[in-house]
């Protein structure tokens, strides 16, 4: 059985809310393991020599190591284990897509179901948490550099994490009213509970690190100034928060609104009134979030619209079926051609039937319009959730390397971009990727940091 076919088993999901009630419910889709339960799926791990989990999971946790300390009953200790790499472990095992990640390398999964270690690192920050544990990392006493970090998501949070814990006095710049970057504004908080995001900062205040939220840098302040401050080192994580436009023509018209937008500005706190039908343009996670968060919020008959078929679909086979239980329609090998509307306001989009053409090395085909197929979805709103770009504001001043794609260039192995004191990683460098990408670029750039503020080579020995 290869990768894909293993992504398409059906992941065990235990003690799942029903469709309607988790509609009404905004806070939690799924309940986590029981100890019987946890034990029980800590068995099925074979304690491979060569974990293969571990190859696939983006931050290289030990998760044969935390699984086998699961069986022992030692859950604190499995925690502490998986916590040594993980920065962000109550975030990662609610919203890491393991079926392409860890679990969908699981040796297990050859033959059936791969061991659900999602569900058991969950398991195990959740025992912490409801045994009245301490689940935050001890923090050494501070020393007199400062290290300033540009944005409040998992790579900001994590940069400052590893460096607080050495002593490192951090400040993070926010340029939101809230914290947590796409944590808070994109994921939606059915599947990623506010509160678990305010025990992180919990934790990092605690820690000794500065939180200033409303600061943009790059507009209100400049790199140059926090140099000038006496930061000695700076961290760049500002993410991928401009929607990518279709290119349709008609996209200005009201009651269309951009993936990433309309999640911020629900997440902020604002009732956007999308009206009854609603057609989500875009296969991954953000337009499925968007999605299901128009339902939330009232919509009836909610559409994606994908030029792929469902297999190529980029989001997670367990969100897919989340969406379709809860009635979106899945309209694949389709794609807009324009956006139709009456006195500046949309009414209908145009679509047009998609063919798989050619198809490159890595088996990624290449959709191609059927002549002459275009139809007409009615809609009061669409929702472009395509992709994102950087917005690279925060680098103003100071002449940045951009990659081809406009992100931050760095070096792959230091995250030094081309001004020796000013470090990136995250989505601003990977473009739009994946919390735990973000927390393992992270805990590379904080190493260089530290190294470098202690004028240490920068690449030895990694
Ligand atoms: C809707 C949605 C759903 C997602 N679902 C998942 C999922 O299920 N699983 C998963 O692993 N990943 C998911 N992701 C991706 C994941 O959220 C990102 O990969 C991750 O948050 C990237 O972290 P980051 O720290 O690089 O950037 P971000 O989380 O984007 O944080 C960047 C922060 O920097 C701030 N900022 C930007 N510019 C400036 C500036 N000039 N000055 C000060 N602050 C600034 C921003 O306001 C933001 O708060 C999702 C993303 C979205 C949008
Ligand atoms: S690959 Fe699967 S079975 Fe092997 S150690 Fe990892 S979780 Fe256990």
């Known amino acids: 059985m290869d990768i894909k076919e293993r992504m398409a088993i059906p992941r065990q ?8 009630e988790r509609i009404s419910n905004f806070d939690e889709v799924v309940f986590g393991f029981d100890d019987d339960t946890a034990r029980r799926e800590a068995e099925r791990c074979l304690q491979c020599k060569k ?9 290289h946790n030990d998760i044969p190591g935390f699984i086998r300390l699961i069986r022992e009953g030692k859950i604190e200790e499995a925690y502490w284990l998986d916590r040594q790499t993980n920065t962000l472990p109550a975030v990662c095992s609610r919203v890491c897509p393991h079926e392409f990640q860890c679990e969908g390398y699981c040796i297990r999964g050859k033959k059936g179901d791969s061991v659900a270690i999602g569900m058991l690192e969950r398991y195990i ?16 006493l501070p020393n007199k550099h400062k290290v300033a970090i540009v944005g409040s998501g998992p790579a900001g949070m994590s940069v400052a994490y590893y460096l607080a814990k050495e002593g490192y006095a951090c400040t ?24 678990i995001i305010a025990a992180e900062f919990e934790a990092l205040r605690n820690c000794g690190v500065q939180v200033i939220s409303g600061v943009t840098i790059g507009k209100d302040k400049t790199l140059t100034d926090l140099k000038d401050e006496g930061y000695e080192a700076v961290f760049l994580g500002p993410g991928a928060h401009v929607s990518r436009k279709l290119g349709a023509e008609g996209e200005d018209l009201e009651g269309v609104v951009h993936g990433v937008d309309y999640l911020r500005r629900v997440n902020l706190g604002e009732n956007v009134d999308l009206g009854p ?7 991954g996670n ?4 968007c999605a299901r968060t128009a339902l939330r919020y009232g919509s ?3 559409f994606i619209l994908y030029r792929r078929g469902r297999d190529e679909m980029p989001a997670s086979k367990a969100e897919i079926h989340h969406l379709e239980e809860e009635g979106v329609r899945i309209e694949t090998l389709a794609a807009p051609v324009q956006v139709h509307g009456e006195n500046g306001r949309l009414k209908r989009i145009e679509c047009i039937r998609m063919q798989l053409g050619e198809c490159d090395a890595s088996g990624c085909c290449r959709p191609e319009p059927v002549e002459g197929s275009n139809f007409m979805i009615e809609a009061d709103a669409v929702i472009p959730a395509i992709s994102q770009d950087v917005d690279v504001t925060a680098g103003s001043g100071v002449e940045l390397a951009l990659s081809r794609w406009g992100t931050f260039e760095v070096d792959e192995t230091t995250l030094q971009t081309s001004e020796p004191w000013i470090f990136a990683a995250g989505d601003a460098v990977l473009g739009p ?4 990408k973000a927390v393992f670029q992270a805990k590379e750039a904080a190493e260089s940091i530290h190294r470098l503020i202690q004028g240490k080579d920068l690449k030895a020995d990694r």
């Open 433 to 436: 990727q994946t919390v735990a």
């Open 286 to 289: 953000v337009a499925i979030d």
């Open 125 to 140: 920050v959740d025992w912490m948490v409801s045994h009245g544990k301490n689940i935050l990392q001890s923090c050494a």
């Open 13 to 20: 999901q235990p003690r799942e809310l029903p469709a309607a």
């Open 51 to 59: 974990p293969k989990c571990r190859e696939g999971c983006p931050i």
């Open 300 to 302: 009836q008959n909610v």
């Open 277 to 283: 039908n609603v057609v989500v343009v875009g296969g």
């Open 172 to 195: 993070i710049f926010e340029s939101l009213p809230v914290t947590g970057g796409m944590l808070t504004v994109g994921i939606p908080p059915y599947r990623l509970p506010r509160s």
